[in-house]
C-alpha cells in the first residue's frame, strides 16, 4: 500500500502562486506514475499534471505553462508549483499514485486550494 499527504493549500489572489506538496509512504517502489488531481464543487474531477517513473511529464491544457509538477527522490515528495493563478483553479487537489502491473491507485485527502478575484 501506499499512503499520501497533501499539504500547501490555502487562499490566493489571483496572479499569485503556491506550492502544493504530497509526501509518500509505504510501498513507493511499486509506483508507476504520480499525478495531481483536481475537483471543484459541482464538478467531475480532473487530471492536472503527471509524473511517470521515468520523469515525464503531461499536464492539462489548462494549466500548461502555469503549473509544474516536479518530485524529490530523497524527500519521497511530489509537488505542484502553481503560478499565475486564476479564480477557475479554485478546487480541492488531490495527490494520486499508480502502483503495480494493474495500475491500482491510491489517493491522498486532498488541500483546499481557493483563488479569490
Known amino acids: 500500500q501506499v499512503r499520501l499527504v497533501e499539504s500547501g493549500g490555502g487562499l490566493v489572489q489571483a496572479g499569485g502562486s503556491l506550492r502544493l506538496s504530497c509526501a509518500t509512504s509505504g510501498s513507493i517502489f511499486s509506483i508507476n506514475a504520480m499525478g495531481w488531481h483536481r475537483q471543484a464543487p459541482g464538478k467531475q474531477r480532473e487530471l492536472v499534471a503527471i509524473i511517470t517513473r521515468g520523469g515525464n511529464t503531461n499536464y492539462a491544457d489548462s494549466v500548461k505553462g502555469r503549473f509544474t509538477i516536479s518530485r524529490d527522490n530523497a524527500k519521497n515528495t511530489v509537488y505542484l508549483q502553481m503560478n499565475s493563478l486564476k479564480p477557475e483553479d479554485t478546487a480541492t487537489y488531490y495527490c494520486?499514485?499508480?502502483?503495480?502491473?494493474?495500475?491500482?491507485?491510491?489517493w491522498g485527502k486532498g488541500t483546499l486550494v481557493t483563488v479569490s478575484s
Open positions: 494520486n499514485a499508480a502502483t503495480g502491473p494493474r495500475e491500482i491507485n491510491y
